[in-house]
Nanobody
Framework: VQLQASGGGLVQAGGSLRLACAAS????????VGWFRQGPGKEREFVTALRWNGSGTYAANSVRGRFSVSRDRAKNTVYLQMNSLQPEDTAVYYCAAVPRFLITSMFSSSQEYDYWGQGTLVTVSS
């Protein structure tokens, strides 16, 4: 499966953006799809993830209550809605997928994901 992330851009602090991760080559059925990010000079970190069947989502503490993940079955796309953005959210955001349902404790492990998108840059100005 090929992943295409889009929707990044420049936004002021307190603003919102919605990222999209579209799959081609096959559907997300049976997949776990996650979002990760890598800020300047930082290591890649987990943001949030969901199982395609809707049986569970999980978000990192740093974004919980501000970011949410959802899916559109018809478009075979996963979205990351980001609200109340702060400068520390500035990063390249990557979507990733693995063709099985991960248990919740494994959502945040980047090593569990087999496929990665190219990343989309989000810049939050103060």
């Amino acid at each position: 499966v090929q992943l295409q992330a889009s929707g990044g851009g420049l936004v002021q602090a307190g603003g919102s953006l919605r990222l999209a991760c579209a799959a081609s080559g096959r559907t997300f059925s049976g997949y776990t799809v996650g979002w990760f990010r890598q800020g300047p000079g930082k290591e890649r970190e987990f943001v949030t993830a969901l199982r395609w069947n809707g049986s569970g989502t999980y978000a990192a503490n740093s974004v919980r209550g501000r970011f949410s993940v959802s899916r559109d079955r018809a478009k075979n796309t996963v979205y990351l809605q980001m609200n109340s953005l702060q400068p520390e959210d500035t990063a390249v955001y990557y979507c990733a997928a693995v063709p099985r349902f991960l248990i919740t404790s494994m959502f945040s492990s980047s090593q569990e994901y087999d496929y990665w998108g190219q990343g989309t840059l989000v810049t939050v100005s103060s």
